[in-house]
Structure formats: C-alpha cells, structure tokens
DNA sequence: GAATCCTATGCAATCGATTGCGTAAGTATA
DNA sequence: TATACTTACGCAATCGATTGCATAGGATTC
C-alpha cells in the first residue's frame, strides 16, 4: 500500500525531534549540525523517505513543471508525426530534467487561447515552451497580462514582448529559392502546412522574396498549403505537377515532406534531381541517407531545445525575454 | 503579478459565505441551491478565479497525471527520432487529455530502476506508461511493491504481474521471416536494436523461429545490434554486406531502420527488391510513400496508444492488470 | 557569579481547497 | 404549540512540507 508511506513527522517521530529538524536537516539548512543531519538523513534512507513532491511545490508555491505545447490545426486532429519534433522534445526533456523541471506535454488547437490559463492560471505549469507561433499578438499580450514566462519556437516577432527561439524562417525560405534558382530552375513549387501555423507562411513569404530577387515569375498555382504530413506532401505532388506540367523544382517546409516528395517523384518515374530538383527543411537525421541524399536547409535542432529551456530560465530570473535567431545552413547534397 | 490571483476565500468574501460553500458551489454539490451555486459560479468568473491544481491535487492526494516513459541505452544517449514514438506519444497524449490527466514525459535510463521511485514514490504522477520494457522481472516486481500502476508496451510476460499492450514480437518477427522465405530468400538478414530493449530481442527469437521453421540455416553474421537509427542502420548495411555477400533480404525492426536501408541499398547499386528484399516494423506513414513502397509489419500505434491509457485508468479502479496482445498485419507492398 | 551571546531546536502559521460533522433556520407533522 | 425533520451553510481539521520567530540551555566573557 502506498497509504503507508512514511511523512517528515514519522521520520521526526522516529528520530526524536520535530518535523522542522527534520526539513531542515534533509535540506541541509546550516543551523543543524553535521552529525544530526547525517543520522536523520541515514534515519530518512532507511524508511525509505522521500518528500512529497506535491506537497513541497504547494507549499512553495511553484510547480517545477514546465509544458512544451504543440499547436495543431483544428480541422485535422492529426497525429504529429514529424521526426523533427521527437528530436527538438528530446533535447528540451533532457535540459529541463537536468534542472530538476519535470516535463508536461500537450497538442493544443492552435486558433483557441484557453489553454494559456489551463496551465498558466490553474498553476500547473512555471512556463511554457511553445513549438511553433500559433499565437498572434493578441495572444501574446494575453498571455503577458496573465504574468506569464513562455518562450516560442519561430523566428523574431517586432514588437512584440514575448522570447523566440528558431531560425529565420523568411530567410531560410529565400535562400533555398535562391540555391534552386542558381541551379537554373525556374517553375519551383511551394508546398508548406497551413497558414495559420506562423514559421510556413514565413517560409512562404522567403520563398516569393527569393522568387523576386531570382526575377522568376510566381502564380499562386505553385504554391499548395497542407497539414505537415507525409502522406499530405505525397497527395500533393502529382497536384502541383497537373497545375504545372513543367515544375522543374519543389521547396518542401519539412524534410519529412521533402522526402515523401521525392520518393512519389521516383514512383512516377521522374528523375531527382535529373527532371525535378527536391529541397527539405530542417535537416533530420534521415536526409543523409536517402537515395539521392536530400539537399536541405539545416536548423539547429537541439541547440534549440536547449535554447529554449534556457531563456525560459533567463525570464523565471527576471530577465526580460530575449528573441534568439538561430544560424541556419544551406547543406547542399544530391537532390537539388 | 500573479500573486493577486484570487483564491476560493476571495470569492467567499466577495459572495458573503464561506470558503466551504464555494467550493461546494464550484463542485455542484447538492446540497447548495441551484441559485446559490448559479450566482457563485457567476462571481466566480467575473473575478477570474481558477482553482489551484496543486492545492487541489494535494487535498485529494492525488496528481493527475501520468508520465510516459521512453528508456534510452546507458552508452549512447542519443535522440529517439523514430516517427513511430512520436504517433503514439500523441495518441496517449490525446488520450489522457481526455480524461482530464496531464502528460508528463522523460527520457529514463533502461539500465536504472530509481526512476521509478522518483516518479511513484515522489508522488509525481497517478501512474506510469513505459515505452518498450527496459525492465527485468525484478524491476516489475519492485514497481508492484511500491503498489504502482503502469502499462508497459511489450509483449505478453509470463508469470509477472504487470499490465502489457503491444503486438507479441516472436510472432511479428516470426512472420517477417517467413513471408521473405516465401519469396524465396535464404540469407535474411536481421538488424535490431540494443538487446536490453525487449522487443526487439523477441523480434530476434522470432526470426530465429521463422528461419528454423523455413530450414534456413542462421549465424550470427547476419544479425546485428545497433541503436534505433537511421544512421545506425544505414551503418550497418555495409558491413552485413561485407559478412554475408550473398544476402538477398534484410529485416530491420523498424520503417525507420528498413527506409534508411533501402536507400543505402539503392546508393550501392542494389535493387530493391530485385536484388535484396528489404522489410520493415511497425507501418509508419512514411511506409506507404517510399520508392519501393515498404513491405512491413503494421502495429496499430494509435489503438496501442490509447489502449495503454484505457489498461492504466483500469488499474485505477481496482482492476488487476491485464495483458493486451495487439493483432498484427502483414502488409505487403513493393519492398519484399 | 552574572551578563551576554550562540547554537540547536521547537512552535505554530502557512500554502488553497475539500469535507465530515454540527447546527441555525425554516418547514412539516402531530 | 411542541416535536421532528429538512435544508443550507459554517466550523475546523486536513493533506505534507517549509520557515519566521521564539527560546532553552550551554558556552563565553568580564
């Protein structure tokens, strides 16, 4: 039975003093001296004690928890399946358990706000690392009113008073436009999630720039937004190809997409790079191995898990938040 | 601030009743009038109170939550960047949400077993859903003494008293096997991951039945133990070759393992599958996508998600736990 | 030996919500 | 009118750990 789990004042009992000692001796408070520390903390191991969490952070008015939320799109409720976000979560697990913060996870719709004070204002959580903006400014300063520390993964917001964390997703767009364009291809398609998601459409607007810098002429029919899925890029391929029968390449905002692009390409009997040139963004452990090796736009990954815990850090402090653009590089391989 | 945040006193102030009659009112609990709660509820919301969960929680004795479990090799901390983690993640996420649990997450080292105490006995969460059973029969029977609940995702164990969900792995293995003998293949390879994971070390047992059965002769050239990467396995193909020239199959523990195969396959000059058959685990999205489409082994991750979930809130209610055996499928496509 | 100062420890309040028990009204019954 | 019964609500304890303040008793100083 857990019922029997012994509390600081069984231990006290047990060692002849007052629960207090007992706190203190356990935290190693300097007014206790070192023998009595040292019998109540053999005394604590060997009933098998270990503090409440729950009671402590009650009492301490803290959570130790920090929530890492993944925004989603309403309609499809579909399953993140990115190989990107397991990577970027692992790396922010690890920091924070290496700070004694527990880890809280959730999907989250992205166009509602009510989750902000589910973890905010119920205490469940110290802070908030977000993954992806789904948040516009009204959100933001919602969530600055409610006194509350977040960091968001996506490139520098103006303005606004809140910490980010990624790369800069209007240029990492335009330069992967641009190394296709150096390669002479002048149809190049866009396939990105949906907009309301913020870094795609950054993704979106670095992709006209470098359209426009490139004087390539752009159509609408180029472009096609879906959820950020394998099986949604792969739909969208044959698509693009019949709005555009001479789309020489195709900019994918994931390599998970990027990927899928490729091999539909393959099952239909286009050549990559050969007939249609293929880019992905992100630069998952996978893109070296594929067959032709995928050219892609490398984000630090989980230099920025880490970057993110650590600037929630900075706030819980007293800092005020910082916007942290991360370095991103062109890795050029086979397939563009 | 946040420190102004109302507590249920200040709503009992402001309504002129006490703090017991609020939380009764906020509760609906019977005995307070529905014009009474009515009001309450309303003054409630118009001072934008929220109950403290960690109160709440403490009170009741009880967290609300449930963390999932991912146990990683000791050598190689390395990111699990397996899509088929992150699918199931969001299944039992999604789940427990439901229910109105938090999720928390943490990447545990297989090897140790003091994890569990810090979880359990800190009084963290209400229960434990482990991915893959990095736990021998001494490590169950330890979380049993503790009166833990947890769900672990392998396959059926003899004689423990601990709940399972997952697909029987000597079966799946078994059935790999012999779908590649079928096809005419004689020198299968087998790549799975470290062997202090369970599962894939049945897989192991079951190709070695399925090769038994199939009058194939086995050595241990043909197995290899790597860590569950893309990078890993696209490693490991090589040196198989290098062993075992004339291998015309390989069987990889997961889409992921058997995707970066292929592609290194293919990098080499190989045909798949006309020169090597190559088959994988688990029937991730990105399966159906790939050029030769994967031939593999699905397991309902998201059932097995959310069936995970349902066998822990069981336990909650005083059932004893049960072992769930997930059915499998072969699902043959272009690779093998 | 008295005054002073430490040192080690205990007392009791506190964090915010919940709940068993008690009771003052109000209502129904005899 | 007295008694019994309801209804609606408050009192106070409780969950387990932490901590400001108080103090007993020993050590030190003059």
New binding site residues.
């Given amino acids: 039975m857990s019922s029997n789990r012994p ?3 069984d231990i006290a009992r047990a060692a ?6 007992v ?2 001796a ?2 190693n408070h300097p ?3 070192e023998t ?1 520390r040292e019998q109540i903390r053999l005394l604590a191991r060997q009933m098998n004690y270990r ?2 969490t729950r ?2 952070n ?4 803290r959570s130790q928890t920090v929530a890492t939320l993944f925004p989603f799109q309403g309609a499809s409720r579909r399953q993140i399946s990115d190989p990107f976000y397991l990577e970027m979560l692992g790396a922010i697990t690890d920091e924070l358990d290496k700070r004694g913060y527990d880890s809280l996870i959730a999907r989250v719709p992205a166009e509602s706000t009510d989750w902000c004070e589910r973890y905010i204002l119920d205490k469940r959580v110290d802070g908030i690392l977000m993954i992806d903006r789904a948040l516009d400014d009204a959100g933001i300063r919602a969530l600055n009113a409610l006194d509350a520390r977040f960091v968001i993964w996506c490139g520098p917001v103006e303005g606004a008073a809140c910490a980010t964390v990624a790369c800069d997703s209007r240029v990492t767009g335009r330069d992967a436009v641009l190394h296709l364009a150096a390669q002479g291809r002048h149809k190049i398609g866009f396939i990105g999630g949906f907009q309301r998601m913020v870094e795609t459409d950054l993704r979106r607007q670095g992709y006209l720039q470098g359209m426009h810098e490139a004087g390539l002429p752009v159509n609408s029919d180029l472009m096609l937004f879906t959820d950020f899925s394998a099986e949604a890029a792969a739909h969208a391929v044959p698509l693009l190809l019949k709005r555009e029968p001479k789309l020489d390449a195709i900019f994918a905002c994931s390599d998970f997409m990027a990927i899928a692009c490729m091999q539909v390409l393959q099952g239909m009997g286009r050549a990559v790079p050969g007939d249609i040139s293929v880019m992905g963004h992100d630069d998952i452990a996978l893109a070296s191995q594929t067959s032709p090796r995928l050219t892609t736009i490398r984000q630090p990954i989980q230099q920025g898990g880490r970057l993110m815990v650590q600037s929630l850090f900075e706030q819980f402090e007293g800092a005020p938040p910082r916007q942290i653009v991360l370095p991103h590089e062109l890795i050029v391989r086979e397939s563009a």
């Fill in positions: 509390t600081i004042s002849g003093v007052s629960p207090s000692t706190s203190r356990l935290n007014t206790i001296p009595t503090v409440d009671a402590r009650f009492r301490l008015q």
